[in-house]
């Protein structure tokens, strides 16, 4: 009997989610293929029938929460039904070969996609885990679907995660914080990397998640009471010149606030503006007029004007920002944005998904262009440690908004160099510079870079990088486009040498290296255990071999 009646609880609960899943999907997307998502529910809760979560909720309830998650990302049925099936091949008997002859290709290769990056382990050997984090981005690039349905996958795992064991609550809770809330900001999905990095900082620290919460519950009172008060004023302010504009206050993320007492090394005690104001406006011209309507109400912070609204973050963020101070002394953060810009800050690529309708937006194709921009600078680490360290850089970057002289913005990671300014213009520009003048003045290539600096990059031809300027350049690409050709130019160097001590040695043969037909050095190479004659000739440059004892393998 009290079976029955779980399994009818089971099933009242499953099917609630069912409705409120697809009421989503009507309200957002009415003219989508809900036959499909209904199709692969029903797969779904099939196949799932009788396993549970650590939770003991039914197992179905996680992929209806997924498809959920990306119902509120306003994506299409594809991946809600990618989504809804998106375990079913790791934790059921059903094969990708049975998912593509019951949903189709599209539905199957994001599912395979999804599945492969499940199996990844980023708790390995830092060696695999690079290698992992290659797949994982390999994946992305192929269909950025994946990655959305791993992200909202991630984002109900960090939900529930409560009823994992504390070893696996840390394991899991890091890897959120260095892969999946990065991957989360890189494309520009604010509401769903702020999420990770709340619960991610929760079970990672929880002193120090509740000694922060602690001090902002005690103060949200009389904050509430604070903004309510500035919310009036600014109101009035717009209302007397005539603008339309929404005005929203929040208490700042728990996390945010953290990184900002690790940053500016102070206790929670010493954070004064921990509430931060929007003003969501209907055009970009209003913005502006906002932002001086908020400059005569209260005094600005120096220092703390950003314009990304002319100057967007890599990730497409566009905002007005401003720090002020009242008349009585308080310090408060207000951003200002126009509707379309609060949308992209809030779901970014999900924001005008078009793989149903049409290709991706040019916005959205600059996003997957920063991943292939990553995927291809990356792929000449052969380190393990550069790699995992010099992603992290790409994933999640301080930036700096720097000029041509023509006006062009480049945005470099913090503490940038001239040298890694030339190398994001062109790899040949970067290998040739010889000097740079930062603001019309001459600058050491050391120098390091800031925001609104106009730097003209000066080039000798047939210039050579130096190894000394791996020390001083930040970026990955400029790191790693230096080492590649660093490499390959010692390696031929290292070649020419070896020919001149082989052909030295072998005149004490009275030969020349001309009389040794390049079979036999090749030979003699796999001997070695080297593919190329070239290889053979460049270990005796590098001292492995010497010269004399490849000969007298070659000599008659």
């Known amino acids: 009997m009290a079976t029955l009646r779980q399994q009818i609880a089971t099933n009242v609960l499953t099917v609630t989610r069912f409705r409120e899943l697809m009421k989503k999907l009507r309200e957002n997307r009415p003219n989508d293929d809900f036959e499909l998502v209904k199709k692969a529910y029903e797969f779904s809760q099939k196949h799932h029938a009788g396993q549970t979560r650590a939770s003991g909720e039914p197992y179905l309830v996680h992929p209806l929460e997924v498809a959920s998650v990306l119902a509120d990302m306003k994506m299409d049925a594809v991946s809600i039904a990618a989504g809804l099936l998106h375990d079913s091949v790791e934790d059921t008997s059903v094969t990708a070969a049975e998912i593509r002859q019951e949903f189709g290709e599209q539905v199957a290769h994001i599912v395979e996609g999804v599945t492969k990056i499940s199996k990844i382990d980023f708790s390995s050997t830092e060696e695999a885990q690079a290698e992992n984090l290659r797949k ?9 679907r994946v990655i959305m349905i791993k992200l909202a996958d991630r984002l109900h795992n960090m939900r529930t995660l409560e009823h994992l064991p504390p070893d696996r609550q840390q394991g899991v809770a890091r890897e959120t914080l260095d892969i999946y809330a990065p991957i989360a900001h890189r494309l520009g999905m604010g509401k769903v990397r702020g999420e990770l990095e709340d619960l991610g900082f929760r079970y990672l620290d929880p002193i120090g998640y509740e000694q922060v919460h602690a001090a902002v519950e005690s103060r949200r009172k009389t904050g509430e009471v604070f903004m309510a008060r500035i919310e009036g004023v600014l109101r009035d302010g717009l209302k007397e010149a005539g603008i339309t504009a929404h005005v ?36 970009v011209q209003d913005c502006y007029a906002v932002l001086g309507i908020i400059h005569n109400v209260w005094r600005p912070v120096p220092g703390r004007i950003k314009d990304f609204i002319a100057m967007p973050r890599p990730n497409l963020y566009q905002s007005l920002h401003t720090s002020v101070i ?18 992209m800050c809030e779901e970014g690529i999900a924001a005008h998904w078009k793989y149903k309708d049409g290709p991706v937006s040019a916005q959205d ?21 550069e790699f995992l360290s010099t992603l992290k850089i790409d994933l999640y970057p301080e930036e700096v908004y720097t000029f041509t002289p023509k006006g062009k913005v480049l945005v470099l990671p913090r503490e940038s160099t001239p040298i890694d300014f030339a190398y994001s213009i062109h790899t040949e520009v970067g290998h040739s510079c010889v000097g ?25 031809p047939g210039h ?13 690409r ?33 030969m020349s290296l001309k009389q040794i037909k390049d079979e036999e050095l090749k030979k003699a190479a796999s001997e070695y255990g080297l593919g190329r004659a070239d290889d053979l000739l460049a270990a005796i440059g590098y001292g492995k071999y010497s010269a004399r004892q490849v000969l007298a393998k070659l000599a008659p």
Request: hydrophobic share 35%; no cysteine; charged share 35%.
């Open 478 to 510: 400029s790191r790693n486009k230096i080492k590649h050709w660093l490499n390959v130019h010692q390696q031929e160097r290292a070649i020419e040498i070896g020919r001149k001590l082989i052909e030295k040695e072998a005149r004490k043969y009275r």
């Open 136 to 144: 994982m981005m390999l994946a992305m690039v192929d269909d950025i």
């Open 365 to 385: 194709e600059q996003r997957l262009a920063w991943l292939r921009q990553v995927v291809e600078w990356q792929r000449d680490v052969s380190d393990p440690n």
């Open 436 to 460: 740079a003048k930062v603001n019309g003045r001459m600058v050491p290539l050391r120098h390091k870079l800031h925001s609104g600096d106009i730097v003209e990059i000066l080039t000798q």
């Open 464 to 476: 050579k990088p130096s190894r000394d300027w791996l020390a001083i350049v930040k970026s990955s």
């Open 326 to 343: 009242t008349e009585t002394g308080e310090t408060f953060e207000i951003q200002i944005r126009t509707e379309e810009m609060h949308k």
């Open 248 to 283: 929203e206050s929040r208490i700042k993320r728990i996390y945010s606030i953290h990184k900002k007492l690790q940053r500016q090394r102070i206790s929670v005690d010493q954070v004064y503006d921990l509430y931060a104001m929007r003003v969501i406006t209907k055009s």
